[in-house]
Nanobody, 123 residues
Framework: QVQLVESGGGLVQPGGSLRLSCAASGRFFRINAMGWYRQAPGKERELVAV???????NYADSVKGRFTISRDNANNTVYLQMNSLKAEDTAVYYCKADALNWMAASLRTFEYWGQGTQVTVSS
């Protein structure tokens, strides 16, 4: 089982910055892709950014140039640096990890989610 613990959310004014962190712990063979998703009130959960173990990343168009995802493989931690925040970035942000674990003598990929952290952008 894998536990994801997020931190770094809060209230920030438009134009401000926040840095989210998500640390994975528990039993797993290896963490592959890690990512951030968000869900605003009344909307579906959407991908914000994802990064694979080798460092390649992808971003939602709405955050390109403002958000940066990074990871520390040694500590199984993923970060999301959010700059130039806008009111429309307000949402609960969730961390997701794809972890390899042994099942029936073979490695399988399992998805794990964090509990979410609130980001509110308001003046």
């Amino acid at each position: 089982q894998v536990q994801l613990v997020e931190s770094g959310g809060g209230l920030v004014q438009p134009g401000g910055s926040l840095r989210l962190s998500c640390a994975a712990s528990g039993r797993f063979f290896r963490i592959n892709a890690m990512g951030w998703y968000r869900q605003a009130p009344g909307k579906e959960r959407e991908l914000v950014a994802v990064i694979i173990r080798g460092g390649s990343s992808n971003y939602a168009d709405s955050v390109k140039g403002r958000f940066t995802i990074s990871r520390d493989n040694a500590n199984n931690t993923v970060y999301l640096q959010m700059n130039s925040l806008k009111a429309e970035d307000t949402a609960v942000y969730y961390c997701k990890a794809d972890a390899l674990n042994w099942m029936a003598a073979s490695l399988r990929t399992f998805e794990y989610w964090g509990q979410g952290t609130q980001v509110t952008v308001s003046s």
